[in-house]
């Protein structure tokens, strides 16, 4: 998946973090100011050299637990196809909490390449109450639709919590790739910004070998310039959105110096 999706083997993927859409909560009114920032914040990206940008749903909270409404289908399906038109680099999409048939059709539609799913099998308890996976529906849709579109799905999620102790094993590690047919796997921290526990990092590269899992590792929270060259000698990738903000302030715009302290400290 990393050399068919990115052309590399070790992937940098930035975040494009959308302010609320119409129909939220927090919504300013002008949704073309918000397209406009997320041609920004992808340029920023691509300039400053990462694999891959994914586009997300970021400030869409309080947020859907599944199946969002149609109208945030359409929105995110604009943005992305907005950004792909931007960027010279793979587009995912991720739309938040857990709906991963609509970011499966926002990125066919749009001409992206893969997708990020928070719960893609088994089951969490998030802000949102229980949240469970549904790989049976995403996965028949991408065939359906005949989309060349890699599906990145969490493990452990950040925002929730195992619903017992010992869930998430390594059995439910390789049911995500072997059962629910996961391109990749994702591991983060607690939360937003929030650095992954290197011992967790360290246990998930070691079930992947164990099953002998076929599929890159990617750090999903927390990367930061200090941090990822020592993460990338367990991962494949990461997946950064805080620390390429201007101040490292997650509601600020994408700074291109920061990128390219980044992408330098995770090619050296």
Sequence with gaps: MLESTFGTDQAVVGMVHLPALPGAPKFDGSFDELLERARR???ALDDGGVDGVMVENFGDGP?????VP???????????TAVVDEVDVPVGVNVLRNDGEA????????????????VHTGARVTDQGVIEGRAHETVRLRDRLDADVAIM??????????????EFTAESMADGVERGLADAVIVSGPGTGAAVDESDLRRAAERRE???????????????????????RYADGV?????????????????TARVRELVDAATE
Excluded: Q
């Design 70 to 80: 149609k109208h945030v289908v359409a929105s995110m399906t604009r943005a992305a």
């Design 41 to 43: 914040d992808a340029r």
């Design 103 to 118: 970011a499966i059709s926002a990125a066919a539609a749009a001409g992206a390449d893969y997708v990020r799913v928070n």
């Design 153 to 166: 799905a969490d493990h452990d999620v950040k925002h929730s919590a195992a619903l017992a102790d010992d």
């Design 210 to 232: 164990a099953y002998g899992l076929d599929v890159p590792l990617f750090v999903g929270s927390g990367v930061t310039a200090e941090s990822v060259g020592e993460l990338l």
């Design 63 to 67: 947020f859907y637990p599944d199946d």
């Design 239 to 255: 997946i950064v959105g805080t620390a390429l903000k201007e101040g490292g302030d997650v509601d600020a715009a994408v700074s």
